[in-house]
Structure formats: C-alpha cells, structure tokens
C-alpha cells in the first residue's frame, strides 16, 4: 500500500476499510463544488425559487481546493477509491481542471468522474481529459427539444448537450453514461428515441426512476414511472438481456441490447431500493458530509477545516461519521402514503445525484 505525507509531514495513514452500522464499506465520495447551475430543472432548481436575486453560496463560503484535497485525502485512507464531481453545475467553476489534476495527483484516486448538463462540456472536454478525469455522465432527459426545454426550465438546448457528448468521446471521456430521469406523462414518450440515437456509440443511457429528492419537485408517486415498466416498453423494440454488476454497490440494473448494440441501465431507487449495498458519501460544497442522498441532516466539515484541524484529525470525525451510519432511506419509504415526502431532506442541487 502506497504510503503518502500529509502537508504537516506526518505520515498519512494507509488506507483501512472502515465499516457503517449495517457494514457497509465507504468506497465513493460524490463532490458537490458549487450549489449554482445554468438550468431550472423543475425537479431540481425550479425557476420560481431560483431566479435572478436568489443568493447562491459565496465563494468563501465554499470550500477550497486545499479544503477538498484534505478531505479526499484522509477520505482514501478510509476506503474511497471513487470521486465523482458534481453540483449544481460543476463545470460553472472555471478552474476545474486545476483542481482534477490535483486529485489525480493523490495516489489512492482510482477512479475519477464528472456528472454534468453537458451545456459547456463541448469546449471544457479536452482540457478535463488532459487534466486526468477518467469518466464523464451527461444529464440528459429527452432528444425532443420542446420536452427537454421544458425540463430544463427553458434553458436547454440538446444540440449543445449532443456536441459536449461528441466532445467528450473525442477526448477519451469513456464510456460515456447518459442519464435520463423518467417522469410518466413528461418524457417516458421520448424514451425510445433517444435509445436509438445512442444504440452502437458504446455510450450506455441510464434510465431513473423519479425520486424523491429534496423539498422543491413536487413528488408524487402518481409521476413515477416504475422501471419495470420501462424495461416492457423497451423490450417491445428490443430483446434485451440482463447482465452481472460490475462491482458490488452499482446503483444500475445493466441489460445488454439482444443484437449486440450496446447497454442500458436502470436506477430503482423508489420500486426497487439498493441500500443494502450503498457505498457512497456525498460532500457539499459548503463542507457538509451527508451519508445518505435523501439525508436531512449532515455534518459540518468545514468548521474544522478551518480551525485546521490536521489528516489525523479529521480522519477520526471521517471515521466516526461513517461508522455510526444506519441510513437506508428508500427501503424505509413509504410511497403510498401521505407522509412520504414531509421530511425536509438536503436538496439535490446542493449535493448532486
């Protein structure tokens, strides 16, 4: 196991798998940078709340790069060899790629991607693949430009989210994963076509099921559109064939295309939920940790930070974050009823998907 020195020249601790409540090993730490985006997704950051004098996080209120590296640094010395950064929008922080070399810099990083509305990946994608990001997801939820104009708030525009994916294949970007959110009566009619623009690219489209995150999407069950149901529609053009994860904790159900052009996914989390395997912690970019994507609640990072608290240090408040973990959120749900969505859990847009 590499051994690395933290800025104050102790040696950092080799990397320990460390446990929660129901065992589950942390591996994955999703990296919100901003709480800004350049859409209005009105299931995430619906125009009426988030307009033009909404007050977004200031810069000094967010993390710092050093801020970050500290903690992806003690955070692999726990278990985590996946990063994964987000937002809002993370491509809206103009220095990005600085901050993905330095990631790809610490020796425990396996595993490095970027979630994006791909809006400004066309001309940002060769400068993240020269800077060392591994893999890039692109949000997009139908080919049909008035459906994704409406979903988006009425500031998207698929011409130049299908570019920023062309950009991102150039780049070595790869696999590229698209991924749509399936509301019935909003876009499941435009679910085939975009399958079809993207059967034989080797980009896989990841299909979720809308879910109940945060307080502001107005979820009911009634605009679920349950994945099985999905995958009846689907099968109906194509056989499909379903196939093993690629490792334990994968949120998707894979299926591969019958003839040979390429695979799909489904993400469950309301029908069919995955706690039992999930590996992920997620930090805000104001330095709250959250443990769950549906928590109501976090733990302060930053104010340690700041009163610099060292790799030992926080490597402990890691530690006892996670082990005391019990979260599992979409099993306990209960959709059905009334009371489902009533808790006032962190908003997506704060901590990515």
Known sequence: MTSVQTPDGLPAAKATTVADALGRPLHDLRISLLDQCNLRCPYCMPESEFHSDYEFLRKQQRLTYDEI??????????????IRLTGGEPLLDKNIAELIGRL??????????????GMLLATAAPKLAKAGLHRVTVSLDSLDDGVFSHMSGGRGDVSKVLAGIRAAEDAGL???????????????????????????????????????????????????MPSRKVLELVEQRWPLQAMDKNYTGEVARRYK???????????????????????????????????????????????????????NELRDILSQIWLQRADRYSELRQPDLAEAHILRKVEMYRIGG
């Open 69 to 82: 590296i500290q903690v992806v640094r003690v955070a692999t010395g726990l278990g985590v060899g996946k």
């Open 104 to 117: 790809t810099d610490l020796p425990l990083v396996k595993d490095l991607a970027m979630t994006t509305n």
């Open 174 to 224: 790869d696999p590229i994963k698209i991924n749509v959110v399936v509301q019935r009566g909003v876009n499941d009619h435009t679910i085939i076509d975009l399958l079809e623009y993207f059967r034989g690219t080797g980009h896989i489209v990841r299909l979720i099921e809308f879910m109940d995150v945060g307080n502001r999407n107005g979820w009911r069950m009634d605009q679920v």
């Open 257 to 311: 295309y019958v003839d040979g052009e390429g695979e799909i996914g489904f993400i469950s989390s309301v029908t069919e939920p995955f706690c039992g395997n999930c590996s992920r912690a997620r930090l805000s970019a104001d330095g709250m940790l959250y443990t769950c994507l549906f928590a109501t609640h976090g733990t302060d990072l930053r104010e340690p930070l700041r009163n610099g608290a060292d790799d």
